[in-house]
């Protein structure tokens, strides 16, 4: 009864919700409809002509794109119908196997689109370079210019776009007719439709230039050939017939078909997802219902279809915000066709070829290729346009995806080789990926070098294959029995840090991932990278870790520093112990000219007054200068875990050290507050070593030692410093932040709004 219960409720919902939703469809989507049907018309019958196919068949695809990809398609407000970007491949398609057996190559791309988005790949058609796609449009673009221009000029377009291009010269300086008069008008409308005024330009320019001309050619009566229709538009009895041979071709031909509809109508999906925020479009879902467009279409007589851009933008624009602007502009169409077939058959055959010039020179779209020009890709533009104009279509878009792997090859396969320094002393710098292909660069540099050097061989790469093992092992070999020294200094993974006993390290789970060198200790990736003992380390480390920084790490941040070179502005006051294991800029993750740091045994502040005042000035002098003269906006305080002085304070401190015991005595404050306060916890629970219960009273105690300081007092009342007490579990490489609210110290990255009180 409970279930019976919902499904009424959900009815009664649905009843509620359709007033709302017709009334928005009544609102957006009608008149939405009827602008993206203005526009559709006149494009419908000029891609059917370029297609060479009966001028009914555009205005079938646009009802069939528009109903059927409408109501079963994934992408709500995409509008399809038939696109500029087949007819290069239709008119070869249709003068190959003629227009009937055309037709049952549609309904079968058709069916090859259903079982793409059945086999929910949508998305793969995606990985193709959006350089090939936007060559192959501005391929057919220039193929469409080059043949239409032909008709502009009341000629005949040749069989190839090589054939126009050798004819044009002829059909320029040759004698025109109305013709051209009237396609060269149409071109010039639609070029300055954009310069008018925004009033104006609400109606399409495609409907305002074929209106205009064809009103112009039928009230002065100009003699030029006419849109051909039919009798009886609606008499459908069109059978597609499969070919008599040539089974082959046939499957290129619906593949071929399939596979630029398919890669055309994700495309426009995917931009028109970036036009709206409505919802986003279901890709496989959208490839069904593309197909079975094209099965009906084709069934039809009528061309492919995909989704189209110019449509699709166009419904967003003026407000389309559902599905039922795109069904509804396949309606108007068909009522269009039935009832206005007259008005179709009075249009100038030049007035839409000049339309086709117009939308084929837009195809080579500037704006794409600035864009393909910033990510390095012009060379797959080129190739794939020059491709599809010089050839066809399919051998364009193989020959750019050719193109496309050679070029992912060679960037996978790079590696940069170079050597540096001169006398005895050289190093030697190999990046990226070292394969076969490497090793005749490798060992020319390697065989350049002098005999008896010392080489450091600087190892950046991302994978090291047998052949260039075997070089470098080699190499390194007959080097040392020369004489010469050879140190490998190798970043990452250690693909040849066994490179002597050859035996390499192959897979990346054989070895721990590498910590930076600049979070690890010298001690550590010394001894790691160079062999280089502990105790050895009294007096190297410094030189070998600067020379790291000036090879590795200046170049990196030159840039930054070079911005602060005349002055620093900090954010924040930080001090903190002197002990070698805390890194103020690692723990909080900061950089140059983000921390302005004081570092003494136990982060102590002196008190302001009282006793032992005046013994230390630094701390106070940094704390004046930080807060009163750089403006930062926190001070930190930061203790740590196994501190020294707090265990020098808890009665461990080593003999000998007079001015540490000295120095101490500016801790017992905090000694006297761990005795006389209750504890103060970690997370919840308390530190079990008396030492680090101690250090974090001590970082609450120095807190209220700043306070003291007036300058301090004044911003922290006016709300512009904030005080911070911070400790760091050294063994767990965890930072605690304390919380007022609490009154215990929270994991970073846990606590609520952090205060001190």
Same mark, same amino acid.
């Given at each position: ?52 196919? #009966? ?27 038939? =696109? ?65 221009? +032909? ?24 004698? +025109? ?13 639609? /070029? ?78 995917? =931009? ?31 061309? #492919? ?43 100038? /055959?030049?007035? /839409? ?112 294959? +047998? ?47 590498? /910590? ?38 200046? #170049? ?88 020294? =002085? ?50 974090? +009273? ?51 990255? =846990? ?7």
């Amino acid at each position: 009864m409970a279930r019976n219960v919902g499904h009424e409720k959900q009815r009664s919902e649905d009843v509620r919700v359709r007033p709302r939703q017709l009334g928005s469809v009544l609102r957006y989507d009608v008149p939405a409809s009827l602008v993206v049907f203005l526009v559709a018309v006149p494009l419908s019958l000029g891609i059917a002509l370029a297609s060479g196919a #009966p001028i009914v068949a555009g205005l079938i695809a646009a009802v069939v794109g528009g109903v059927v990809g409408g109501l079963l398609g994934g992408a709500p407000l995409q509008v399809s119908g038939p =696109a500029a970007g087949l007819t290069v491949v239709m008119a070869e398609t249709i003068n190959q196997f003629g227009w009937v057996v055309t037709c049952a190559i549609t309904v079968g791309a058709g069916l090859l689109q259903v079982l793409f988005g059945l086999s929910r790949v949508a998305r793969v058609a995606l990985a193709i370079s959006p350089a090939i796609v936007h060559g192959m449009l501005a391929g057919i673009g220039v193929t469409l210019v080059l043949g239409q221009l +032909h008709i502009v000029l009341g000629g005949t377009p040749q069989s190839s776009a090589i054939d126009n291009i050798v004819a044009l010269p002829g059909q320029i300086v040759s004698h +025109h007719d109305t013709a051209a008069f009237l396609g060269i008008l149409t071109i010039a409308i639609l /070029l300055l439709w954009a310069r008018l005024p925004a009033a104006v330009r609400k109606v399409p320019g495609p409907l305002a230039a074929i209106t205009v001309v064809t009103v112009l050619a039928t009230v002065f009566g100009m003699s030029a050939e006419r849109v051909d229709l039919p009798g009886d538009v609606l008499a459908l009895d069109l059978v597609p017939q499969l070919p008599a041979g040539g089974w082959f071709d046939f499957g290129v031909a619906v593949l071929t078909i399939a596979l630029i509809a398919s890669v055309e109508t994700l495309l426009s999906a995917v =931009a028109v997802d970036r036009l709206h925020t409505g919802p986003r479009a279901n890709l496989n879902r959208e490839l069904v219902g593309q197909g079975v467009a094209n099965m009906t279409s084709g069934a039809l007589g009528g061309l #492919p279809v995909t989704g189209v851009i110019v449509r699709s933008s166009t419904n967003v624009s003026v407000g389309g915000r559902t599905r039922a602007s795109a069904v509804l502009h396949g309606l108007w169409i068909l009522l269009f066709t039935v009832a206005l077939a007259g008005l179709i058959e009075s249009i100038p /055959l030049a007035t /839409l070829g000049g339309l086709l010039v117009y939308v084929g020179a837009k195809l080579v779209d500037i704006k794409h290729i600035r864009q393909v020009l910033k990510h390095g890709d012009l060379p797959l533009y080129l190739v794939t346009l020059v491709g599809v104009v010089a050839v066809d279509l399919l051998s364009g878009v193989l020959m750019g995806i050719a193109l496309s792997l050679a070029l992912m090859l060679r960037r996978m396969m790079w590696s940069g080789i170079h050597a540096e320094g001169d006398g005895q002393q050289r190093r030697v710098v190999i990046e990226g990926a070292l394969t076969f292909l490497s090793v005749p660069r490798l060992s020319t540099v390697l065989n350049s070098l002098p005999g008896r050097s010392t080489v450091t061989l600087e190892l950046v790469v991302d994978y090291l294959d +047998h052949a260039a093992f075997e070089c470098l092992s080699g190499w390194q070999q007959a080097h040392e029995r020369a004489g010469g020294t050879v140190v490998v200094d190798e970043i990452g993974h250690p693909w040849f840090a066994r490179g002597k006993s050859d035996s390499p390290i192959v897979r990346k789970g054989q070895a721990k991932p590498p /910590l930076p060198r600049w979070l690890a200790s010298w001690s550590e990736w010394m001894a790691k990278d160079f062999g280089v003992e502990i105790p050895d380390q009294r007096t190297g480390p410094l030189r070998r870790g600067t020379s790291e920084f000036q090879a590795r790490t200046a #170049p990196l941040v030159q840039e930054t520093l070079s911005k602060l070179a005349a002055g620093q502005e900090p954010h924040t006051l930080f001090i903190t112990c002197a002990d070698a294991r805390i890194v103020p800029n690692v723990i909080t993750t900061s950089g140059p000219g983000d921390l302005f740091t004081v570092r003494n045994v136990g982060n102590l502040v002196p008190q302001r007054q009282g006793e032992f005042a005046g013994e230390d000035s630094s701390v106070g002098a940094a704390i004046e200068y930080a807060v009163s003269f750089l403006g930062v906006r926190e001070v930190v305080v930061c203790g740590h875990s196994s501190c020294g =002085a707090m265990q020098a304070l808890s009665g461990d401190a080593p003999g000998g050290l007079p001015s540490l015991s000295q120095w101490l005595r500016h801790g017992e404050p905090s000694l006297r507050r761990h005795a006389a306060q209750a504890a103060v916890t970690l997370d919840g629970r308390e530190p079990e070593t008396p030492g680090d219960r101690l250090a974090l +009273h001590n970082v609450l105690q120095q807190l209220e030692h700043l306070r003291r300081y007036p300058m301090i007092a004044r911003a922290e009342s006016q709300g512009e410093l904030h005080l911070t007490g911070m400790y760091f579990d050294v063994g767990n490489a965890q930072v605690y932040l304390f919380d007022a609210e609490t009154g215990a110290f929270v994991p970073a990255g =846990a606590e609520r709004v952090v205060k001190t009180g």
